[in-house]
């Protein structure tokens, strides 16, 4: 089906029409079209436009009024000095909101040039515990990749998890020498693989350094991992299959899928780092100074006024993290064929890839054809302000954190639960998609380059700003659809609306607009923040027009058919923030 035109974008081409015919001399002028607390639109373009002309605004307001096409427009006011308050149609409310409802995706457009984006998001590190600093990187790219796969955009994930450097000659080294210590990936689970990994890290980091002798020949077998010996990338496999495994049961408790293929980590660029420092060199983007190979930036500088370098390659010949980047960029660019790179890293590298972005740029591999994009986020505070920590000062483990929310959500879902006759199966269930819900809408209603506070009370809370909000919103319209019985949802544009019915209805056709525009501009939290008034836009319609005891059998079936089309609207907008919506609560 094509896309239904909002009837915002069908007003300003009302106004645009309208503007052409009225004053020609004008040329094309942008209406300037918002929503109102006066009317149902407001439009402020002529105000400019009367400078330009240097005419009096109200009289060309009045000019254009009389030359609006009036099929969808009601009444048009001249405001204040040259204002135009708009009041549209119910008839034309209705039917728009009619075509949406026919329509699978409820009228979001797609995109008429889609791309190929490399989403680079959760990337965790080998042999070590995922922490709350990985919630962030992980939930935002998990909503970004659904917001962009909707709108037409081919995503292609990359976890670039952390499986190279020299932790993995001490850890190999110990596992040599004491051998058994982890068992087959495929005979444990996420929490017997996390405890084997903890126990040899911490094991092999005690001998470390305490042996000098230990710690030699645990350089050496780093020498031996660059190099490709056999027993050593055999056991470094060992590391990185039992760190998957573990991996796979946090992301499965986020309720995110994640695929093996997508998991790509530092040591897949390994082989391409020598080719791309030669290529950097050869093209004069990277210099040698001081036997490093580097890239200076003018407007880049320290505190000592000096230019900040980014390096490529070490004096001693080694590589580290801007030759893995710049590597994965030129795979990702020449290999997947991407259009756009977004990387969903803490907002405290976005210098080091501002300068991996410029180096890039210069040596050709990004430009107008193919955009990269940091989106860097903030971090996540405790209740203090500070960054979230337990009471011990230590770094709160990411799948100690989504237990608790599911613990503390399944209560509030147990306590509600006698009203609707939840068996003990779908309590706990359900308990667990309001909880990681609440952790993932309470960081994606927060702009992603913005901290924000960690407060379980607040998040799995029925009121306010919360997911569990919207999700009981929805599962109370799918209990009045059950209980409509013989009634069925469908659109009167023949009837006039009420107040409530209006403004649910406007915000229920600005739902394609949104999604639209917050994937263009990689903005989870706009979706967020529409859903959320969305469902206090249907309180208010629900405690003011009642449903199934409405006066007329038209009206009833008016009415449930804005309560499907919300439903419908809440359930799309939380899937493209990875959130469930259980249909009873």
């Given at each position: 089906?094509?896309?239904?035109?909002?009837?915002?974008?069908?007003?300003?081409?009302?106004?645009?029409?309208?503007?052409?015919?009225?004053?020609p001399?004008?040329?094309?002028?942008d209406?300037?079209?918002?929503?109102?607390?006066?009317?149902?639109?407001?439009?402020?373009?002529?105000?400019?436009?009367?400078?330009?002309?240097?005419?009096?605004?109200?009289?060309?307001?009045?000019?254009?009024?009389?030359?609006?096409?009036g099929?969808?427009?009601?009444?048009?006011?001249v405001?204040?000095?040259?204002?135009?308050?708009?009041?549209?149609?119910d008839?034309?409310?209705?039917?728009?909101?009619?075509?949406?409802?026919?329509?699978?995706?409820?009228?979001?457009?797609?995109?008429?040039?889609?791309?190929?984006?490399?989403?680079?998001?959760?990337?965790?590190?080998?042999?070590?515990?995922?922490?709350?600093?990985?919630?962030?990187?992980?939930?935002?790219?998990?909503a970004?990749?659904?917001?962009?796969?909707?709108?037409?955009?081919?995503t292609?994930?990359?976890?670039?998890?952390?499986?190279?450097?020299t932790?993995?000659?001490?850890?190999?080294?110990?596992?040599?020498?004491?051998?058994?210590?982890?068992?087959?990936?495929?005979?444990?689970?996420?929490?017997?693989?996390?405890?084997?990994?903890?126990?040899?890290?911490?094991?092999?980091?005690?001998?470390?350094?305490s042996?000098?002798?230990?710690k030699?020949?645990?350089?050496?077998?780093?020498?031996?991992?660059?190099?490709?010996?056999?027993?050593?990338?055999?056991?470094?496999?060992?590391?990185?299959?039992?760190?998957?495994?573990?991996?796979?049961?946090?992301?499965?408790?986020?309720?995110?899928?994640?695929?093996?293929?997508?998991?790509?980590?530092?040591?897949?660029?390994?082989?391409?780092?020598?080719?791309?420092?030669?290529?950097?060199?050869?093209?004069?983007?990277?210099?040698?100074?001081?036997?490093?190979?580097?890239?200076?930036?003018?407007?880049?500088?320290?505190?000592?006024?000096?230019p900040?370098?980014?390096?490529?390659?070490?004096?001693?010949g080694?590589?580290?993290?801007?030759?893995?980047?710049?590597?994965?960029?030129?795979?990702?660019?020449?290999?997947?064929h991407?259009?756009?790179?977004?990387?969903?890293?803490?907002?405290?590298?976005?210098?080091?890839?501002?300068?991996?972005?410029?180096?890039a740029?210069?040596?050709?591999?990004?430009?107008?054809?193919?955009?990269?994009?940091?989106?860097?986020?903030?971090?996540?505070?405790?209740?203090?302000?500070?960054?979230?920590?337990?009471?011990?000062?230590?770094?709160?483990?990411?799948?100690?954190?989504?237990?608790?929310a599911?613990e503390?959500?399944?209560?509030?879902?147990?306590?509600?639960?006698?009203?609707?006759?939840?068996?003990?199966?779908?309590?706990?269930?359900?308990g667990?998609?309001?909880?990681?819900?609440?952790?993932?809408?309470?960081?994606?209603?927060?702009?992603?380059?913005?901290?924000?506070?960690?407060?379980?009370?607040?998040?799995?809370?029925?009121?306010?700003?919360?997911?569990?909000?919207l999700?009981?919103?929805?599962?109370?319209?799918?209990?009045?659809?059950?209980k409509?019985?013989?009634?069925?949802?469908?659109?009167?544009?023949?009837?006039?609306?009420?107040?409530?019915?209006?403004?649910?209805?406007?915000?229920?056709?600005?739902?394609?607009?949104?999604?639209?525009?917050?994937?263009?501009?990689?903005?989870?939290?706009?979706?967020?923040?529409?859903?959320?008034q969305?469902?206090?836009?249907?309180?208010?319609?629900?405690?003011?027009?009642?449903?199934?005891?409405?006066?007329?059998?038209?009206?009833?079936?008016?009415?449930?058919?804005l309560?499907?089309?919300?439903?419908?609207?809440?359930?799309?907008?939380?899937?493209?923030?990875?959130?469930?919506?259980?249909?009873?609560?």
């Amino acid at each position: 089906m094509a896309s239904v035109h909002s009837l915002a974008s069908t007003v300003q081409q009302r106004l645009a029409d309208a503007l052409s015919a009225a004053l020609p001399e004008a040329g094309s002028t942008d209406p300037l079209l918002r929503r109102s607390d006066r009317a149902d639109f407001q439009a402020n373009g002529i105000l400019a436009l009367a400078k330009k002309l240097k005419g009096n605004p109200r009289e060309l307001a009045t000019k254009v009024v009389d030359r609006v096409d009036g099929d969808v427009i009601k009444e048009i006011e001249v405001s204040g000095p040259g204002f135009l308050n708009i009041t549209l149609a119910d008839r034309a409310i209705i039917e728009t909101l009619a075509a949406r409802a026919a329509d699978d995706r409820l009228g979001v457009p797609l995109k008429s040039d889609p791309g190929v984006t490399v989403i680079d998001y959760a990337q965790p590190n080998v042999a070590k515990e995922m922490h709350v600093g990985h919630l962030r990187s992980a939930v935002i790219g998990d909503a970004l990749r659904a917001m962009l796969d909707f709108t037409g955009e081919r995503t292609i994930g990359r976890h670039h998890i952390g499986d190279w450097g020299t932790q993995f000659g001490m850890l190999i080294q110990y596992l040599i020498e004491n051998p058994g210590q982890l068992a087959p990936a495929e005979e444990v689970d996420g929490e017997q693989a996390m405890s084997n990994l903890n126990r040899v890290y911490k094991a092999s980091r005690a001998v470390f350094d305490s042996d000098e002798q230990f710690k030699e020949r645990a350089r050496k077998r780093v020498v031996a991992l660059q190099s490709g010996d056999k027993e050593t990338l055999e056991l470094w496999q060992q590391f990185v299959d039992e760190s998957k495994v573990y991996f796979n049961s946090v992301f499965g408790k986020l309720d995110m899928d994640v695929r093996d293929d997508e998991i790509v980590g530092e040591s897949a660029y390994n082989d391409l780092m020598p080719e791309t420092a030669r290529l950097l060199e050869e093209s004069g983007v990277a210099v040698r100074s001081e036997g490093a190979l580097v890239v200076f930036f003018d407007e880049i500088r320290g505190k000592d006024d000096q230019p900040v370098p980014l390096i490529v390659q070490k004096a001693d010949g080694g590589f580290g993290y801007a030759a893995s980047d710049l590597s994965a960029i030129r795979d990702r660019v020449t290999e997947l064929h991407a259009t756009s790179l977004i990387y969903v890293v803490d907002v405290r590298q976005s210098l080091h890839f501002k300068m991996v972005f410029e180096t890039a740029r210069r040596a050709g591999w990004l430009g107008d054809d193919v955009t990269a994009h940091n989106m860097g986020y903030g971090t996540v505070l405790g209740a203090d302000g500070k960054p979230f920590k337990t009471r011990e000062g230590e770094t709160v483990k990411l799948e100690d954190l989504l237990d608790e929310a599911a613990e503390r959500a399944t209560a509030v879902v147990r306590d509600k639960a006698d009203k609707v006759g939840l068996a003990e199966e779908e309590i706990v269930e359900n308990g667990r998609y309001v909880g990681i819900g609440a952790v993932k809408y309470a960081d994606l209603s927060t702009s992603a380059n913005r901290d924000y506070k960690f407060d379980l009370d607040q998040m799995v809370s029925l009121n306010g700003d919360t997911s569990v909000y919207l999700q009981y919103a929805y599962a109370r319209i799918k209990s009045i659809l059950r209980k409509a019985g013989a009634a069925s949802p469908a659109a009167h544009p023949e009837l006039e609306l009420a107040p409530a019915e209006r403004a649910l209805g406007l915000h229920l056709d600005a739902f394609g607009d949104t999604v639209f525009e917050a994937s263009a501009e990689y903005a989870p939290h706009k979706v967020a923040a529409y859903l959320f008034q969305l469902a206090s836009l249907f309180t208010t319609f629900y405690d003011q027009c009642p449903v199934l005891k409405a006066d007329t059998e038209a009206q009833v079936e008016n009415r449930l058919f804005l309560c499907e089309l919300t439903a419908r609207t809440l359930n799309r907008g939380m899937a493209l923030l990875g959130i469930r919506t259980p249909e009873r609560l």
